[in-house]
């Protein structure tokens, strides 16, 4: 993020010094900021963040996966006539720290359906999440942290 705010007051700079105030001199001013920015990010300690825009873009790709996978579960689900499903809800151990990717977290599975995230420990250690069918705790658990919480990880290190 860091890296960001640098490229774009370089290339506000590089307007500035041209004293050429045109949009197609600050895209200009971006892509030679954003070349120079590139060439010196190990100096500066900084990460990629058209990297991360890559990984974020990732996150994204599997939550549209994930949604459509789980819209069609539940629809099955719910068409079935017998309706043979076993609601609960689950402990799944957070390996996630910060505050902002525990809340990402627990809004992605909130957002696909069929599952709930209902609460948070006060250690911030683990999410209860209640599934519709919840015949199988322990395939959830891995495939949020195969899925989600390995994604999450990747886009914020």
């Not at 709930?116 to 322990?138: F, G, M, N, Q, W």
């Amino acid at each position: 993020m860091i890296l960001l705010i640098v490229n774009l007051l370089m290339a506000v700079i590089w307007v500035a010094v041209s004293g050429s105030a045109t949009f197609h001199n600050l895209l200009l001013g971006f892509f030679v900021s954003l070349a120079v920015v590139w060439l010196l990010r190990e100096q500066i300690n900084g990460v990629s963040y058209l990297g991360r825009v890559r990984r974020l873009t990732g996150l994204f790709g599997l939550f549209l996966a994930e949604l459509a996978k789980s819209a069609w579960t539940v629809t099955v689900l719910s068409l079935t006539p017998d309706l043979d499903i076993k609601p609960g809800i689950f402990a799944y151990r957070l390996t996630l720290t910060r505050d902002f990717e525990i809340a990402l977290l627990a809004n992605l599975i909130t957002l696909t359906p069929g599952t709930l995230s209902v609460d948070v420990s006060e250690d911030r250690k683990t999410l209860y999440i209640h599934a519709l069918d919840c015949d199988d705790p322990d395939a959830a658990r891995k495939s949020i942290a195969e899925g989600f919480e390995r994604k999450i990880k990747e886009a914020f290190a």
